[in-house]
């Protein structure tokens, strides 16, 4: 299965449909044998659910970058967590925006530190 976190909210219809077509272009190029193999496979909705959990989404135009590195990180703590798609459904309460400014300030002091060291 699939999971979109989109920290804008959105389903990204279209990003699915061009992941699942560039899915099934790397089968046909790394598995098939010659055109029209019976190997071919196609990543359609029914062979590959996707999962379009609630979570928290950034309020503003600009952390999505922070989103999606806290997004990763969490779901890094609890690998094991994600999977079965039933078990994340609702994420709603995964972390609070309180965690996102942390991380941003983290982030900010990371830069500042290793320009320091560079000059």
């Not at 029914?46 to 309020?59: A, G, H, I, L, S």
Request: overall charge negative; aromatic content about 12%.
């Amino acid at each position: 299965f699939m999971i979109v976190l989109d920290s804008m909210g959105g389903n990204k219809t279209a990003a699915v449909t061009n992941i699942r077509h560039y899915l099934a272009a790397e089968w046909k190029a790394k598995m098939c044998g010659e055109e029209g193999d019976e190997d071919e496979y196609e990543f359609t909705s029914k062979e590959m659910k996707t999962v379009r959990p609630q979570k928290p989404e950034q309020e503003n135009y600009s952390d999505c970058g922070i989103y999606l590195l806290h997004y990763i990180e969490m779901m890094f703590k609890s690998v094991a967590q994600y999977y079965w798609p039933s078990s994340i459904q609702d994420l709603s309460t995964w972390f609070t925006i309180e965690e996102i400014s942390i991380k941003r300030d983290e982030i900010a002091r990371l830069i500042r530190d290793l320009s320091d060291e560079q000059n």
